[in-house]
C-alpha cells in the first residue's frame, strides 16, 4: 500500500499548481464560486426542464442535473463529502490547464441547449458557460503593457533590418 500512495505523491507534486500558471487568489476564487453558482443553476434548471412529457427535454434537463454534479465535484468537493472519491476527483480536475477545463466546462454546458433549445436550458447553463469562459481567460494570460509590447517590436524590427542587411551584403 505505501508504493501506490508514494507513486500518487509524486505524481501530485510533479503536476503544475494554478499559480503557476499566472492566476491569482481572487480569480481563482471567482471560478471556483461561478462554478458553484452554474452548479446551482444547472441543477435548478435541470429539475425544471424534467417537469414535461417531451423526451428531449427530459434529457436535456437530466445532464443539466448532472452538469451540475460534476460542477460541485470539481469546483466544491466539500459539498460532496459523502462520495469517497469526491477529493481525487477534484485533485486531478485541479491538475488540469485552465484551457482544458474551459473546454470542458464549456463543452458540458453547450450539450443540453444543443439537445433542446428552450429559455430553461439557455439560462440555466449561462454561469456554467461562464465558469468556462472565466478558465479560458485566464489560460489567455495577463496583458502585456504597452512598453514590453514596443520593445518587442523594436527588437523584431532590428531583427529583420539586419536580415535584409546581410541579403543586401550577399547579393554584391
Known sequence: MSGSGGA???SASSAPPAQEEGMTWW????CRLSGVLGA???AISGLFNCITIHPLNIAAG?????NAFIL???EAPFCCQFIEFANTVAEKVD???SWQKAVFYCGMAVVPIVISLTLTTLLGNTIAFATGVLYGLSALGKKGDAISYARIQQQRQQVDEE???ETL???L
Open 72 to 74: 460541485l465535484l470539481c
Open 169 to 171: 551584403e550577399g547579393e
Open 40 to 42: 446551482v443553476s444547472c
Open 27 to 30: 480569480y481563482r476564487w471567482l
Open 62 to 66: 437530466v445532464w443539466m442535473i448532472m
Open 163 to 165: 536580415k535584409l542587411a
Open 8 to 10: 500518487a505523491a509524486a
Open 95 to 97: 491538475r488540469l490547464r
